[in-house]
Every structure is written in C-alpha cells, then in structure tokens.
T-cell receptor, first 112, second 112 residues
C-alpha cells in the first residue's frame, strides 16, 4: 500500500533563510507526487506536482521539489523563506489506481 | 468552473445528533476523497469514492460514519450519534483521473 512519511512535524527557520522539507514515500510503481500548503483555517492549495520527466519541478511561490527515485524522496525547497510562507505543508502520493495519500504534515514557523 | 464546494462551512451539533457534510466536486471530476483533520494534527484519509461506488473506506471508523457519492448530486459524509471526539475539520477533494486533487475549504464540525 502506498504511504507518505514527513519526518519533521515542526520546523522553524529565520526569514530569508533557506528551507527544505522532507518527504519519503512508499509506492510499488512510478508515483505521482504532490506538495500542498494549508494556511490557517483554509483548505489545501497545490504548490507543485511531479508526474514524469524532469525530476526537478518548479512550483508556485518560489518553491521547488526534487524527485529522487533511489531515495524514495520528494523534498520541497525554497532558497529564501518569507514570513508569509508560515503554514502547514503536506506531501502526497498518488498512482495509477487513482488513490491518493497524504503525509502527516510539517508545520513551518518563520522567525523575523 | 467553480472549485470544490463544501457546505456547510461550520456545523454545530449536540452529542447524539447526526451531522451531514456535503461536497460538490469540480465539474467533470468523478473521484472524491474525504479527509479528517483533528486540531493540531495532519490530514487523515477517510474514504475514496467514485460515482455510486466506495473504492476504499479503510480510513473510516467502523461505526457511525458513512459516505456516499450518488450518480446525481453531491457526495455526503454522514456521522450518526456524534460525540465530542468527532469535532474536527473535514475536507473533501476531487480529482479527474490521475491529476492533482483540488480541495474544498472544509467543514468545521463542533460537537457540544
């Protein structure tokens, strides 16, 4: 069965610092991978997705993620964090069976 | 094309009452997912439905919870005889085949 692990429950970074949020997945075939962001009291918004092709994908708000098949990872990165990036981030994996599973989320706090 | 519509946005029920949460997927989407988010926790998968079929309900509690997605009309998540522990945000997402999932704004259920 497919699953997603986000090892970091809570991360704090200073504004302007770089960010990397970790995501590891378990899936028997080529996965479809996603990162979503949830601001307080809101639904989830798609940041970026990977289906195939270039393993480095660019998303909205200056985020990018890299698919590494050998490590079963899809880590999210941003070179310089802004205070408005404080939110909850969810990694998700889907596949040909149309199922979709989410990680437990990583809460990002941004220090001034 | 309207996004995923969930209603009501907020629902208050007394213990023992029934809660009915509605989700209208995006136009053309035939895959619906329900997730529960408890305070300070991540998203927990509950059920995956296609039109008139439950595909995966492995995340649904065995009692009091049910879901449907009829041929016509919205998907309904029904919680009978609610208890305080059912208080949470319930999110619905829809997809078209293997594209990304689009989320509604959620229904926040409070059991008093």
């Amino acid at each position: 069965a497919q699953s997603v692990t986000q090892p970091d429950i809570h991360i704090t970074v200073s504004e302007g610092a770089s960010l990397e949020l970790r995501c590891n997945y378990s899936y028997g075939a080529t996965p479809y991978l996603f990162w979503y962001v949830q601001s307080p009291g809101q639904g989830l918004q798609l940041l970026l997705k990977y289906f195939s092709g270039d393993t480095l994908v660019q998303g909205i708000k200056g985020f990018e993620a890299e698919f590494k098949r050998s490590q079963s990872s899809f880590n999210l990165r941003k070179p310089s964090v802004h205070w408005s990036d404080a939110a909850e981030y969810f990694c998700a994996v889907g596949g040909g069976n149309n199922d979709m599973r989410f990680g437990a989320g990583t809460r990002l706090t941004v220090k001034p | 094309n309207a996004g995923v519509m969930q209603n009501p946005r907020h629902l208050v029920r007394r213990r023992g009452q029934e809660a009915r949460l509605r989700c209208s997927p995006m136009k053309g989407h035939s895959h619906v997912y329900w997730y529960r988010q408890l305070p300070e926790e991540g998203l927990k998968f509950m059920v995956y439905l296609q039109k008139e079929n439950i595909i995966d309900e492995s995340g649904m509690p065995k009692e009091r919870f049910s879901a449907e997605f009829p041929k016509e009309g919205p998907s309904i998540l029904r919680i009978q005889q609610v208890v305080r522990g059912d208080s949470a945000a319930y999110f619905c997402a829809s997809r078209y085949r293997n594209t990304e999932a689009f989320f509604g704004q959620g229904t926040r259920l409070t059991v008093v």
